[in-house]
C-alpha cells in the first residue's frame, strides 16, 4: 500500500509481540477476508496491549491481520456500516483510519458520531473500562495514537474544506433546531373569534412563556455564532501550523545546506593539510638523507687519513730484526735436542730406537 509494506504502520516491538502471540497462531492462522468476519463478530473488547509484558488484545491481532491481507475498499466500507456488531465497525473504522486517505477517512468516519452504543475497551493495567463507539471515532480523527499504534497523520477538515474536495460537515442536530425553528415561526399570535368575543389563545398564555421562548430563540442564535467564531478560530490555527511547518523546514533546508558546505570546506581543508604534511614529509627526508650523506663523507675521509698517516708512519721507520733473532735460537736449540737424543741418527733403525728410548726418558743408544 503506498509502495511499501501495510505491516509496517504497526511497530516493530508490536509487531514482534503479536507474531510470538498465542491468539494470532492459532485464531489467526489462514484467514481470508471472508472468514475474518466470523473472527470480528467473536470479539468482545476493543484495546492495544496490557499487562506487565504488554500482551496484544484479539483486536489489534485482527487489525494486524487485516493489514496483512489488505482486503478490498468494499469490504471494509461495508464492515463499518454494519450495524447489527458494534466491534465490526470499530475494527472497519480503524483499519480505513490506518491505510485510507482524509477523504475517506472523514466520509465514512464521521457518521459514526451518532452511534452511542457501549464498548468494553482493555486498559494496560488488564482492567476494563467503559466507553462508546463515538468516542473511538473521536479518538481516531483527533489523537494521534490509539490502541498503541501511531496513527497516520492526516489534514485538517478545514484544510480539506477549503480546496474544494469535502463538503462542510452537517451535524444531526442540525435538523432539530430546524424543526424547533419552524414551529417557533408557526406558533405566531392568531385572532379567533369564539362565542363573539375577541380572544387571542395565544395571548392568553404567560408572559413567563414568552420570555422562556425569547430565551430559547436567543440561545440558539448565540450557538450558532459561536459555532461560527470557533470556525474561524480554528482556520487561523491551522494556518497558524501550516506556517510553522513550512518555516521549520525552511530552517531544516538551511542548516542542511549549511553542513554540507561545511563538510565540503573541511575536506578541503584536509586535503590541504595532507598535502602539505607530504611536501614537509619529503623536505624532511631529502633533508635527512643530505646528513646522512655528509656523516658517511665524513667517515671515509677520516679513515683515509688514518691510512695515510699509518703510511707514512711505516716508511719512515726501519723495519726491526730482533723478532728474527730469537726464532734462530730457537731453531739451534732444536737441532742440538735432536743431536743429542740420537734421533738424528743416519741408521733409521737406529733413530727409531733412539726416539723410543727418548720417549721412555733413557739415554740414546752410541754407535
Same mark, same amino acid.
Given at each position: 500500500m503506498r509502495g511499501t509494506n501495510p505491516q509496517n504502520l504497526v511497530e516493530k516491538i508490536l509487531r514482534s509481540k503479536i507474531y510470538q502471540n498465542t491468539y494470532w497462531k492459532e485464531q489467526c492462522f489462514g484467514l481470508t477476508a471472508e472468514t475474518l468476519v466470523d473472527k470480528a463478530m467473536e470479539l468482545d473488547h476493543v484495546g492495544g496491549t496490557y499487562g506487565g509484558n504488554r500482551k496484544p488484545t484479539p483486536f489489534i491481532c485482527l487489525v494486524m491481520k487485516m493489514l496483512q491481507i489488505q482486503p478490498d475498499k468494499e469490504i471494509v466500507v461495508e464492515f463499518i456500516k454494519n450495524e447489527d456488531y458494534k466491534y465490526v465497525r470499530v475494527l472497519g473504522a480503524f483499519y480505513l483510519r490506518l491505510t485510507g486517505t482524509d477523504i475517506d477517512v472523514y466520509r465514512y468516519l464521521e457518521p459514526l458520531y451518532n452511534d452511542y452504543r457501549k464498548l468494553r475497551q482493555k486498559l494496560a493495567d488488564g482492567h476494563f473500562s467503559l466507553t462508546h463507539v463515538d468516542e473511538v471515532i473521536d479518538e481516531l480523527l483527533t489523537k494521534d495514537y490509539s490502541c498503541d499504534i501511531a496513527l497516520p497523520r492526516i489534514k485538517k477538515r478545514l484544510t480539506i474544506e477549503a480546496i474544494g474536495a469535502l463538503e462542510p460537515r452537517k451535524s444531526a442536530l442540525e435538523d432539530d433546531f430546524e424543526e424547533e425553528e419552524e414551529k417557533d415561526e408557526d406558533d405566531q399570535p392568531m385572532d379567533i373569534d369564539v362565542g363573539g368575543h375577541e380572544k387571542d389563545y395565544y395571548h392568553g398564555q404567560s408572559p413567563s412563556r414568552e420570555r422562556g421562548r425569547d430565551r430559547d430563540r436567543d440561545r440558539k442564535r448565540d450557538s450558532h455564532r459561536h459555532r461560527d467564531r470557533d470556525h474561524d478560530r480554528e482556520y487561523e490555527r491551522d494556518y497558524e501550523y501550516d506556517r510553522r511547518d513550512r518555516d521549520r523546514d525552511r530552517?531544516?533546508?538551511?542548516?542542511?545546506?549549511?553542513?554540507?558546505?561545511?563538510?565540503?570546506?573541511?575536506?578541503?581543508?584536509?586535503?590541504?593539510?595532507?598535502?602539505?604534511? $607530504?611536501?614537509?614529509?619529503?623536505? @624532511?627526508?631529502?633533508?635527512?638523507?643530505?646528513?646522512?650523506?655528509?656523516?658517511?663523507?665524513?667517515?671515509?675521509?677520516?679513515?683515509?687519513?688514518?691510512?695515510? $698517516?699509518?703510511? @707514512?708512519?711505516?716508511?719512515?721507520?726501519?723495519? $726491526?730484526?730482533?723478532?728474527? #733473532?730469537?726464532?734462530?735460537?730457537?731453531?739451534?736449540? #732444536?737441532?742440538?735436542? #735432536?743431536?743429542?737424543?740420537?734421533?738424528?741418527? !743416519?741408521?733409521?733403525?737406529?733413530?727409531?730406537?733412539?726416539?723410543?728410548?727418548?720417549?721412555?726418558?733413557?739415554? !740414546?743408544?752410541?754407535?
Amino acid at each position: 500500500m503506498r509502495g511499501t509494506n501495510p505491516q509496517n504502520l504497526v511497530e516493530k516491538i508490536l509487531r514482534s509481540k503479536i507474531y510470538q502471540n498465542t491468539y494470532w497462531k492459532e485464531q489467526c492462522f489462514g484467514l481470508t477476508a471472508e472468514t475474518l468476519v466470523d473472527k470480528a463478530m467473536e470479539l468482545d473488547h476493543v484495546g492495544g496491549t496490557y499487562g506487565g509484558n504488554r500482551k496484544p488484545t484479539p483486536f489489534i491481532c485482527l487489525v494486524m491481520k487485516m493489514l496483512q491481507i489488505q482486503p478490498d475498499k468494499e469490504i471494509v466500507v461495508e464492515f463499518i456500516k454494519n450495524e447489527d456488531y458494534k466491534y465490526v465497525r470499530v475494527l472497519g473504522a480503524f483499519y480505513l483510519r490506518l491505510t485510507g486517505t482524509d477523504i475517506d477517512v472523514y466520509r465514512y468516519l464521521e457518521p459514526l458520531y451518532n452511534d452511542y452504543r457501549k464498548l468494553r475497551q482493555k486498559l494496560a493495567d488488564g482492567h476494563f473500562s467503559l466507553t462508546h463507539v463515538d468516542e473511538v471515532i473521536d479518538e481516531l480523527l483527533t489523537k494521534d495514537y490509539s490502541c498503541d499504534i501511531a496513527l497516520p497523520r492526516i489534514k485538517k477538515r478545514l484544510t480539506i474544506e477549503a480546496i474544494g474536495a469535502l463538503e462542510p460537515r452537517k451535524s444531526a442536530l442540525e435538523d432539530d433546531f430546524e424543526e424547533e425553528e419552524e414551529k417557533d415561526e408557526d406558533d405566531q399570535p392568531m385572532d379567533i373569534d369564539v362565542g363573539g368575543h375577541e380572544k387571542d389563545y395565544y395571548h392568553g398564555q404567560s408572559p413567563s412563556r414568552e420570555r422562556g421562548r425569547d430565551r430559547d430563540r436567543d440561545r440558539k442564535r448565540d450557538s450558532h455564532r459561536h459555532r461560527d467564531r470557533d470556525h474561524d478560530r480554528e482556520y487561523e490555527r491551522d494556518y497558524e501550523y501550516d506556517r510553522r511547518d513550512r518555516d521549520r523546514d525552511r530552517d531544516r533546508d538551511r542548516d542542511r545546506d549549511r553542513d554540507r558546505y561545511r563538510g565540503r570546506d573541511e575536506r578541503d581543508y584536509g586535503r590541504d593539510r595532507d598535502r602539505r604534511d $607530504r611536501d614537509r614529509g619529503g623536505r @624532511r627526508r631529502s633533508r635527512s638523507r643530505s646528513v646522512s650523506r655528509d656523516r658517511d663523507r665524513e667517515r671515509e675521509r677520516d679513515r683515509e687519513e688514518r691510512r695515510q $698517516r699509518q703510511a @707514512r708512519e711505516g716508511s719512515a721507520s726501519p723495519p $726491526r730484526r730482533e723478532d728474527e #733473532k730469537p726464532k734462530k735460537k730457537k731453531e739451534k736449540e #732444536k737441532e742440538k735436542k #735432536k743431536k743429542d737424543d740420537g734421533t738424528d741418527h !743416519p741408521d733409521p733403525e737406529i733413530a727409531e730406537a733412539n726416539r723410543i728410548r727418548a720417549s721412555l726418558g733413557l739415554k !740414546p743408544l752410541k754407535l
